[in-house]
């Protein structure tokens, strides 16, 4: 994601050749539908309309800060992976990126299944009626009663991640009668090019078993010698907001590897792998994403390829795309609020939201993009940086970026791509009222998640 810096307009021209951000847009307003969901475009107006819906109406009528999900795209996307990777493989949404009940249910009327990583994404899911076979349990540290809730639902897997959860999940499932089946998680020791705090591959971190060591292939001995599970495979998860395939093949061919010295040791083939999540998507103009179908056909390569050269039977293949799904669904509607512009700097855009319902920036210097969606302007671009009403200086929700001059209090502006890790990581800071999630379809707008009220916080304080 390098991005140059580049001389532009006649403001602020002393810090355009110093800061990362790119050009401003020839026309700022054209939407780059690479960021944006599927069904946004401007009106007749200028207004920017999703769903068939202008912002304006939204903004009435939901308020903001709020987000708004373009539910024909999510659908659209969950139909794209479960089409590339066809019959003999399985996707798995990873609830963590953004879950709902209505979610839940989409995914299930579009076929795919559901990663869950707490007792809270469970309920949420069987709640919503998602058959519990059709979910995958993660984490690195289940608590006892999860792992209990989880058997006693019946859910599809769970993803072994030390040797104590080994003991732990077979001892559980036995007490249960049932023999749980379970996949192991290695780490496979790839350096996914990405923020070192979303990069989960690599040996130092705490996620998994690695297999340099020895340690999986230890792991996969004992979980065979245990009667309460049915070991399906192995697991890899290499990262997130990765571009480069390269780290999949390496992790892909090293699974792979190890399933092969399982079969010599065992002479038992185990029928699944599981390549994780972690597709990229574009947040701004720079971002070049592939397609499921692309991603698809390079992982289901190399696998073959890999499981032909050691005489093994293709396993049946399953991902877990989270952002890559639901990133690209939604965007942050604020309405302008103060605009400071600091002579030689930039200009201070504040909204009305912040990093209370988009952390990303602060946490992982996420790259956003934005643009002026209540109206369009001839205005020269100013260069901006937008940021929230929270005590804090490092409060930014896009660091760089250009609007239009003349922006003004009240106008509303939109944060494309936040439809992964923004309400679901979303926080009461400075006691903000987490926003709503709003659906939109085919000209209706329905509130998924409500926005939380003054009530809300004061229940949970109970004096
Ligand atoms: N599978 C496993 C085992 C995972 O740990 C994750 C993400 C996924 C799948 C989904 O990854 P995705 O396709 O959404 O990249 N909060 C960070 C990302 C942390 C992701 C943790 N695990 C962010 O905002 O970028």
């Not at 469970?122 to 608590?143: C, Q, S, V, W, Y």
């Not at 859910?155 to 001892?171: K, M, N, P």
């Not at 944060?415 to 679901?424: I, L, N």
Request: aromatic share 6%; proline share 4%; net charge negative.
């Amino acid at each position: 994601m390098s991005r140059s810096a580049h001389p532009a307009g006649p403001r602020h021209a002393d810090v355009l050749t110093e800061g990362h951000y790119s050009a401003p847009a020839a026309d700022l307003n054209v939407l780059d539908e690479k960021v944006w969901s599927r069904t946004v475009t401007r009106d007749a107006d200028g207004a920017l309309t999703v769903g068939g819906i202008a912002v304006a109406r939204l903004a009435e009528e939901f308020g903001t800060p709020a987000y708004f999900l373009d539910e024909s795209d999510f659908r659209a996307r969950c139909r794209a992976w479960a089409d590339a990777f066809g019959p003999d493989a399985d996707v798995f949404y990873a609830g963590k990126a953004f879950l709902s009940r209505a979610v839940v249910r989409w995914l299930k009327e579009e076929g795919l299944n559901l990663d869950v990583c707490s007792g809270g994404e469970l309920t949420t899911a069987l709640d919503a009626g998602l058959p519990a076979e059709r979910i995958a349990f993660h984490g690195n540290n289940k608590t006892v009663a999860e792992i209990e809730r989880a058997v006693e639902a019946g859910v599809g897997r769970i993803v072994l991640d030390s040797f104590q959860e080994i003991v732990r999940v077979a001892h559980i499932a036995q007490r249960h009668g049932v023999r749980q089946r379970v996949q192991i998680r290695v780490t496979v020791g790839v350096e996914a090019h990405t923020h070192e705090f979303i990069a989960t591959a690599h040996e130092d971190q705490k996620f998994g078993i690695a297999l340099a060591d020895g340690q999986a292939a230890e792991a996969v001995r004992r979980a065979l010698s245990l009667d309460g599970l049915e070991l399906i495979g192995v697991h890899s998860h290499i990262g997130s907001q990765i571009f480069d395939m390269a780290g999949f093949e390496v992790s892909a061919r090293r699974v792979v590897q190890l399933l092969a010295e399982v079969r010599d040791e065992h002479g038992v083939e185990l029928p699944e792998i599981d390549l994780g999540g972690g597709l990229g998507i574009a947040y701004t103009s720079e971002d070049d994403p592939r397609e499921p179908h692309e991603i698809a056909k390079a992982l289901s390569d190399i696998v073959t390829r890999e499981c032909e050269a050691a005489k093994l039977r293709t396993p049946r293949i399953s991902v877990e795309p989270g952002r890559a799904i639901v990133g690209p669904t939604a965007f942050t509607l604020y309405e302008v609020g103060t605009i400071k512009p600091l002579e030689g700097l930039r200009t201070y855009v504040s909204v009305d939201g912040g990093m209370s319902d988009n952390i990303r920036t602060a946490l992982y210097d996420a790259e956003y993009s934005v643009a002026l969606v209540s109206r369009t302007s001839d205005a020269e671009p100013m260069l901006v940086r937008v940021v929230g009403k929270h005590c804090e200086s490092g409060d930014i929700v896009v660091k760089d970026a250009f609007l239009p001059a003349d922006l003004a209090p009240g106008d509303l502006i939109a944060v494309p791509a936040t439809g992964a890790y923004c309400r679901s990581m979303a926080s009461n800071y400075n006691h903000a009222l987490r926003p709503p999630v709003v659906a939109v379809r085919d000209g209706e707008a329905r509130v998924i998640v409500r926005r939380e009220t003054e009530e809300d916080l004061l229940r949970l304080d109970v004096g």
